[in-house]
């Protein structure tokens, strides 16, 4: 069974300094894994996902993260943080081949002036 | 391009009833999902549908079931509403089956009295 835990369910940090979001999976087969961003009353964006290439990943918005096997993480960090980042971010997890997303139970992030 | 768009936005029962949410995926998009998003949680998965066939079921009980129309919009249908089904309820969409990026909605929030 596919799992994924969020490590922080807060993290709270100043405008223009870096974000560091931690996620750790678990994962009977070569897992794909995803950073979905959730605005207040919206759906779910997707910022990157890592398929079994490059395991330094690049999104959007400056977003980038990094795929760890011997640690079995998948961290999202950002060089500096914007005021439009707050929202609230799942780590993902799916077995490669299907559709099933097993969501983290999210990290709020806050970003303040 | 329009997204993948949910109706209705807001949704109010009473124990006992039946709804229908409905969701029109990207165009060109085949595979529609549906996940249950409950307040403080991360959504869960409970139904896939790829060319008007299931193709994954989550653990929801029976109550919940799904359908997806030759223009591979998607229903789906909850009988006997209890008050724990209140949730967001997010419809994604992708291209193919397997291993693609899914696209949410903005979701259908359902409220149980």
């Known amino acids: 069974a596919q799992s994924v835990t969020q490590l922080d369910s807060h993290v709270s940090v100043s405008e223009g300094t870096p974000v560091l979001l931690r996620c750790n999976y678990s994962?009977?087969?070569?897992?794909?894994l995803f950073w979905y961003v959730q605005h207040p009353n919206k759906g779910l964006q997707l910022l990157l996902k890592?398929?079994?290439?490059?395991?330094l990943v690049k999104g959007i918005n400056g977003f980038e993260a990094e795929f760890k096997k011997s640690e079995t993480s998948f961290h999202l960090t950002k060089p500096s943080a914007h005021m439009s980042d707050a929202a609230e971010y799942f780590c993902v997890v799916s077995e490669r081949g299907f559709q099933k997303l097993v969501f983290g139970t999210g990290t709020r992030l806050l970003v303040s002036p | 391009d329009t997204g993948v768009t949910q109706s209705p936005t807001h949704l109010i029962k009473t124990r006992g009833q039946q709804v229908t949410l409905r969701c029109s995926p990207i165009?060109?998009?085949?595979?529609v999902s549906w996940y249950q998003q409950v307040l403080g949680q991360g959504p869960q998965f409970i139904f896939q549908?790829?060319?008007?066939?299931?193709?994954g079921r989550g653990n929801f009980p029976d109550r919940f079931s799904a359908r997806q129309f030759p223009n591979y919009s998607s229903e789906l249908n909850v009988n006997a509403l209890l008050l724990g089904d209140s949730a967001l309820y997010l419809c994604a969409s992708s291209h193919r089956d397997g291993n693609q990026p899914q696209h949410f909605g903005d979701g259908t929030r359902l409220s149980i009295l």
């Open positions: 994962s009977s087969y070569s897992p794909s």
């Open positions: 549908y790829y060319e008007k066939e299931e193709r």
């Open positions: 890592y398929t079994s290439a490059a395991t």
């Open positions: 165009s060109g998009h085949k595979s």
